[in-house]
């Protein structure tokens, strides 16, 4: 009798045991599986921004003002392992010919080398993605982990009395269609303009900061907005008025 009783216990310990298991194993199949998902997703999401640093200078360092050389470095230095790729005006000069021929007949008719400069870095933006910085903004911190990787990042004005939007840090995706639409607008501008506005020398209306505001109005489900109080804390003018 005794022993009957024993054996029955057993088995049930047995099967209980056996119950445990597969439920552990079964929870922890799932958890994997989840795990792996969002690994996939956030891997996904990440590779939407290409990991290139983007600034645009003269190929003569004489030119450069001394600050440059101070912010240049804060970006190497907390981005170590993104490409750095600093475009000289031939090589902004190439890129629009080759790869948006159908915008040089205009970028060679800009009569200021600032229009260039502006509407060569949402070129660059299109073509190769990252993150372009003007070079007198000085990286406080690696923010790469604050950004919306599925979406276009641009920094707010502190100058609202000219525009919603700066245009000297933008990140992006590379072929976002965004910037073919910045692009088309500044031609259009610079084409049919005011001439006063030209005369006037208004570059945050012809291909600066007042541009891209008035494009991003078409867009901003596509765009995130850097609050300027965030902009402070990882990356700011050196020396600007």
């Known amino acids: 009798m005794y022993l009957y009783i024993f054996i029955v216990a057993l088995v049930i310990i ?9 439920l552990k194993h079964k929870n922890n199949s799932k958890q994997n599986i989840e795990n792996n998902i969002e690994n996939n997703i956030e891997n996904n999401i990440e590779d939407n ?17 001394e600050d440059w050389y101070i912010c240049q470095d804060s970006w190497k230095k907390n981005f170590p392992d993104w490409e750095y790729k600093l475009w000289t005006d031939e090589d902004n000069d190439n890129l629009v010919k080759t790869e948006f021929p159908e915008f040089y007949k205009t970028y060679n ?3 200021k080398l600032i229009y260039k400069i502006d509407m060569v870095r949402y070129c660059i933006l299109y073509k190769y993605g990252g993150i372009y910085a003007d070079m007198d903004y000085y990286c406080n911190r690696n923010f790469y982990n604050e950004l919306d990787k599925n979406k276009i990042s641009i920094s707010e004005s502190p100058y609202k009395q000219n525009e919603y939007l700066q245009n000297a840090l933008m990140i992006s995706p590379k072929n976002n269609k965004f910037w073919l639409d910045v692009i088309e607008e500044g031609v259009k501008r610079w084409n049919n303009g005011n001439i006063d506005y030209i005369k006037n020398n208004v570059v945050l209306y012809l291909s600066g900061p007042q541009l891209v505001s008035d494009v991003y109005k078409k867009h901003q489900n596509n765009i995130k907005v850097l609050p300027i109080k965030q902009m ?6 050196a020396n600007r008025n």
Do not use: C, E, G, R
Not at 49 to 65: E, F, L, N, R, V
Not at 232 to 237: H, S, T
């Open 14 to 22: 047995i099967i209980v045991l056996l119950i445990v298991f597969y």
């Open 49 to 65: 921004i290409t990991h290139i640093i983007h600034q645009t200078a003269p190929a003569d360092k004489s030119k450069w003002k």
């Open 109 to 111: 008719s800009y009569t």
């Open 232 to 237: 402070l804390k990882i990356a700011n003018f």
